[in-house]
């Protein structure tokens, strides 16, 4: 149980362009989510808290009109990445809170977003 | 603000030795959870332990533990009897009241056979 997909797993696309990655979990509600990006060997930094039904928050340095969050149902986040630029590319990767048993957090398996 | 330091950014183990990976962390919450997560090279994030910092009784999953140190804002992990497939990219976590999670900038870990 407590299964997040995200989807795409790996996208290219051209500069100037938009891109949407989803992120659904599967068997629970999850009315938290959260978006992360990582670069090559480093961490996972926070970009944005996404709660359904309302805006997301976003972290300091983060565009949000670049990053648009939407997280319309209790099972979807999606993160469209507006415009896309070269130094877009990265790892991206979601998180879903989940609000029954542990209360704990389920990832999704990430997206590569490459921008040529 | 919160922050997690890992100050080992490589370790290495030999196969069915016991490795420590440190963490330390800095709040001012009294309420709290701490993790470890492992990354492998598939990029997934894999929660390894979780511990609540009301507990004071050390979190342990098999063959995983962690020496969790409140006053000091410590929480290692203690990786026995290592396996091969333990190689992975470690990163120590925070959750505070906002619910978002904040991560140190990982270990990464070579087993050696």
């Known amino acids: 149980g407590a299964v997040v997909s995200q989807h795409p797993s790996r996208v290219i696309c051209k500069s100037g362009t938009s891109v949407k990655i989803e992120c659904r979990s599967l068997?629970?509600?999850?009315?938290?989510m959260f978006w992360y990006r990582q670069f090559p060997k480093q961490s996972l930094m926070l970009m944005a808290t996404?709660?359904?039904?309302?805006?997301?928050?976003?972290e300091q340095g983060v565009e949000k009109d670049k990053f648009l969050i939407n997280h319309a149902s209790l099972t979807l986040s999606t993160l469209t990445v507006t415009s896309a630029h070269p130094e877009d590319s990265s790892f991206y990767i979601c998180?879903?809170?989940?609000?029954?048993?542990?209360?704990?957090?389920?990832f999704g398996s990430g997206t590569r977003l490459t921008v040529v | 603000a919160q922050t997690v330091t890992q100050s080992q950014p490589e370790m290495s183990v030999q196969e069915a030795e016991t490795v420590t990976l440190s963490c330390t962390y800095d709040t001012s919450e009294s309420d709290y959870y701490l993790f470890w997560y492992k990354q492998p090279p598939s990029r997934q994030m894999i929660l390894v332990i979780r511990?609540?910092?009301?507990?004071?009784q050390n979190a342990t999953e098999n063959r995983f533990s962690v020496n969790f140190q409140k006053a000091a804002k410590s929480f290692s992990l203690k990786i026995s009897d290592s396996q091969l497939g333990d190689a992975a990219m470690y990163f120590c976590?925070?959750?505070?009241?906002?619910?978002?999670?904040?991560f140190g900038k990982g270990t990464k870990l070579s087993v050696k056979p």
């Open positions: 511990q609540e910092a009301y507990k004071q």
């Open positions: 996404s709660n359904e039904g309302s805006k997301a928050t976003y």
């Open positions: 976590a925070y959750q505070g009241s906002q619910g978002n999670l904040i």
């Open positions: 998180s879903a809170r989940r609000w029954v048993g542990d209360y704990g957090y389920t």
């Open positions: 068997d629970f509600q999850a009315t938290t």
